[in-house]
């Protein structure tokens, strides 16, 4: 089953003007992961996917330096935080059975939190109520257009 954007529900619409504003973003919402979500980023090369990760990270009381694209690998663990981080980066990815073979089933039916760039790569498969799409638009140099929005608004305390 394919979910169409149209079926989703923008939590909000907001802009960052540098990289520590979409930390602070980031920031956010890690702060308010409960375990079980899955936050699903959208955006070009360059976007900030990676920032707002490093601010999630922030949000989980992982350190955030030690975050950064895991782009040799599909998948990074952080277990130092408040709940465990999967981050994923699927840029590479040419079919979803690469991410079946390293275990995806498992991952998410974690109590973790889990983060994807590239997810647009894999949309058909992200169908859960638990799924935060974040697409970020580059408006800008530095300026970033960041659009958040799920199936319904189960997910609206992510943004407390
Ligand atoms: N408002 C902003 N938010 C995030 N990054 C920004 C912003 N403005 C400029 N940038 C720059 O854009 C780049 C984003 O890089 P990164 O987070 O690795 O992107 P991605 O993971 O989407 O490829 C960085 O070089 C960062 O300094
Ligand atoms: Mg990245």
Redesign the pocket.
Known sequence: MKVKSEELVTLITIK????K??IELGYRIGKNCKGGEIVALC?D???????FVKGIGKGLNIEDRVIN?PTFLICQSYTSGRLPLFHFDLYRLSDFSEIEDIGWYDYLNSDSVIVI?WAEKIREYLISDNVLWVT?NIIS????EFVISANNKKLKYLLD
């Open positions: 960052t003007s540098c990289d504003e979409t955006g090369l360059g976007a900030g996917k990676t920032c694209s760039e970020i140099e530095n300026i970033r």
